[in-house]
């Protein structure tokens, strides 16, 4: 089992930047994957950036590339957001997949972006 918490999330005008945060508990050394999905109203969840911790390879999706960075330390994830545009607005979710492919989400986060 593995519990994620976020945090960091607010209201933020165009071209504005947050530093979301995701704390990870439990069977950290079990983590294959750690990234971040976005959820806007109406919308279906989408990928925001994925790492997989075997090839240190992260993947963005072309939306935010060149304006959003993944980083991590230890159990903490971390999810750089510059230039946000208003269409960035959505709750924001960490995730993790965990050797057995079971998969783990935060509770969420929300990020405004105001125009």
């Known amino acids: 089992q593995v519990q994620l918490v976020e945090s960091g999330g607010g209201l933020v005008q165009a071209g504005g930047s947050l530093r979301l945060t995701c704390s990870a508990s439990?069977?950290?050394?079990?983590?294959?994957?750690m990234g971040w999905y976005y959820q806007a109203p109406g919308k279906e969840r989408e990928m925001v950036a994925l790492?997989?911790?075997?090839?240190?390879y992260t993947n963005y999706a072309a939306s935010v590339k060149g304006r959003f960075t993944l980083s991590r330390d230890n159990a903490n994830l971390y999810l750089q957001m510059d230039k946000l545009k208003p269409e960035d607005t959505a709750v924001y979710y960490c995730y993790a997949v965990v050797r057995g492919r079971s998969e783990f989400w935060g509770q969420g986060t929300q990020v405004t972006v105001s125009s």
């Open positions: 439990g069977n950290i050394n079990s983590l294959l994957f």
């Open positions: 790492l997989d911790l075997t090839t240190r």
